[in-house]
């Protein structure tokens, strides 16, 4: 069993995720309080194996709770606020569930904390070198139909993809092609471990992202939004690539 603590200041909240933990059978609820300080205490005395944080907290904030307990328990960060998740994984959190928060996606959490707290073995796959992966992303390309004549784009050259209506532009460092085509059908034929869809108008090259601050990527000199629909992925890959 994993044992659980949850921290919220606003009691309806902590009801809820008292009922997402009954529900699943790996984990056990030590305790549920509004007092941050009270829960920084039983972590700091040990027993809990991971703990539901909230952000914006009266005598304690979140991020403070998360730098002093200094890793004693693993934490999901539980919020309104999606400022906070770009520092939240720098503090090596397991994951950041916003709220008003959804059965599925706290399930997901969990599963990921599981991963981390009770590793399964698993066995051994020969994967191929990750410098062999990168030089077939170098090669790789795709023909989009511009008005004139059909072009090949190499993968790596895609910085960012921006739907218009009915039309894609792709940006390159060198030009902007634009074609006849919609942001589904682009998003299903590029490989999801370089490029992500942030956005219902934006496809994202993970390389070429420059910075992340709050819900804005900034490309070069270009900024795009991250829309609530993709968040959670966009920053469960940024967490994959965390070191």
Do not use: W
């Not at 549920?32 to 005395?45: F, G, M, S, Y």
């Not at 904030?61 to 999606?82: D, E, H, M, R, W």
């Not at 092609?177 to 059908?185: G, R, W």
């Not at 034929?189 to 090259?205: N, T």
């Amino acid at each position: 069993m994993i044992r659980c603590l949850v921290v919220d200041d606003e009691p309806l909240a902590l009801h809820i995720l008292e009922d997402y933990i009954s529900k699943v059978p790996f984990l056990q609820l030590i305790k549920a309080t509004t007092n941050p300080i009270e829960a920084l205490t039983l972590v700091q005395d040990g027993g809990i194996d991971l703990v539901f944080l909230d952000v914006q907290m009266p005598e304690l904030t979140g991020l403070q709770f998360l730098k002093i307990s200094n890793g004693k328990a693993k934490v999901i960060l539980t919020t309104a606020y999606p400022q906070y998740a770009l520092e939240g994984y720098e503090l090596d959190v397991v994951d950041y569930l916003l709220k008003p928060i959804a059965f599925d996606r706290f399930f997901k959490a969990v599963q990921k904390a599981q991963g981390i707290i009770q590793p399964a073995a698993k066995p051994v796959v020969k994967e191929e070198p990750p410098q062999a992966q990168y030089d077939d992303f170098l090669s790789d390309f795709i023909f989009v139909k511009t008005e004139h004549k059909i072009q090949k784009v190499y993968l790596h050259d895609i910085m960012f993809i921006e739907g218009l209506k009915d039309y894609i532009s792709i940006f390159t460092p060198e030009e902007r092609i634009i074609t006849l085509q919609n942001m589904k059908k682009m998003e299903d034929a590029l490989p999801e471990k370089h490029f992500v869809r942030v956005h219902k108008s934006y496809i994202v090259a993970l390389n070429k992202i420059d910075s992340i601050e709050r819900s804005r990527i900034s490309i070069g000199e270009k900024v795009i939004p991250i829309g609530d629909t993709y968040r959670d992925l966009f920053f469960d890959k940024i967490e994959d690539r965390n070191i």
